[in-house]
């Protein structure tokens, strides 16, 4: 529901006249108004649509205004409905008291002044548009919430994928490499080799435990904005690449070595 939107207004009065008269009065609000001649009527309409505003006459046959309200009241959807008396009749303070403990939200006394009505009714019906727009808002904020909750929950398991399968896998490269240096069977030459192997893989290592730390939170985004961060974002995924091409590299000669040996 936006500003522009109309909420409903239930007008409800046993005479037509009347009816008529507060069409009249409220016309110029705007909204959309509806018409009950009972208050059977009322209930079917009330359980149909949401209203922002209920003004209600309280002397009518069947069910009168007090009843009317005190059955609104007790229905869970209707807790924060607005309910506005008229009457003609009962004006003492004692009917007053009732009304308002009936859950009405004013008492208006007959006859009618046109512009206070209209001002009462515009101020109950902003409030029902304006409560609708903050549920909406909070809707839209729960789920915003549950995104980036689902989005935080998938960086982790791509970074725990990346840890295992990156960084895991060269720490055990670097671990066989250096068994096979401590094997009698290799020469001075070959042990060497082993180690300036062992060396660039652990430096591959350090540079991906650097990688990941960076691309958490980059420094660049805060020093000189997003798209040098970008820039710098895809330069490090290019030499990413071709570091776990020579880890890789690395890790076939080392195999090849041991099944020789």
Not at 2 to 9: L, R
Not at 12 to 34: F, M, R, T
Not at 72 to 85: G, L, M
Not at 148 to 156: F, G, N, S, V, Y
Request: aromatic share 6%; proline share 3%.
């Amino acid at each position: 529901m936006t500003e522009k939107e109309t909420v409903n207004i239930l007008m409800v009065d046993d005479q037509p006249a009347k009816l008529l008269s507060y069409e009249v009065i409220l016309g110029e609000l705007g909204e959309n108004l509806v018409k009950a001649s009972s208050g059977k009527q009322a209930l079917e309409l009330l359980l149909k649509n949401d209203f922002a505003v209920v003004l209600m006459d309280v002397s009518m046959p069947e069910i009168d205004g007090f009843e009317m309200a005190d059955i609104i009241r007790q229905h869970p959807r209707f807790q924060k409905t607005a309910i506005i008396f008229i009457s003609a009749v009962h004006l003492t303070d004692l009917d007053r008291v009732r009304g308002y403990r009936q859950g009405a939200v004013d008492y208006i006394s007959v006859p009618v002044v046109p512009e206070l009505l209209r001002a009462k009714v515009s101020v109950f019906a902003e409030l029902h548009r304006k409560s609708h727009q903050l549920e909406t808002l909070n809707h839209e904020l729960r789920r915003l919430s549950a995104s980036l909750i689902a989005t935080q929950d998938e960086e982790r398991r791509r970074i725990a994928r990346e840890l295992h399968d990156g960084l895991g896998q060269d720490l055990t490269v670097a671990k066989i490499m250096l068994q096979g240096i401590f094997r009698k069977e290799h020469s001075t030459e070959s042990k060497e080799q082993l180690l300036a192997d062992v060396i660039r893989v652990m430096d591959g290592a350090l540079q991906q435990i650097r990688s990941v730390s960076y691309l958490l939170h980059p420094p660049l985004l805060d020093e000189i904005g997003l798209r040098s961060a970008l820039g710098w974002y895809l330069d490090g995924l290019s030499k990413r690449g071709v570091t776990l091409r020579s880890v890789w590299d690395c890790s076939r000669r080392t195999f090849r070595g041991s099944r020789r040996s």
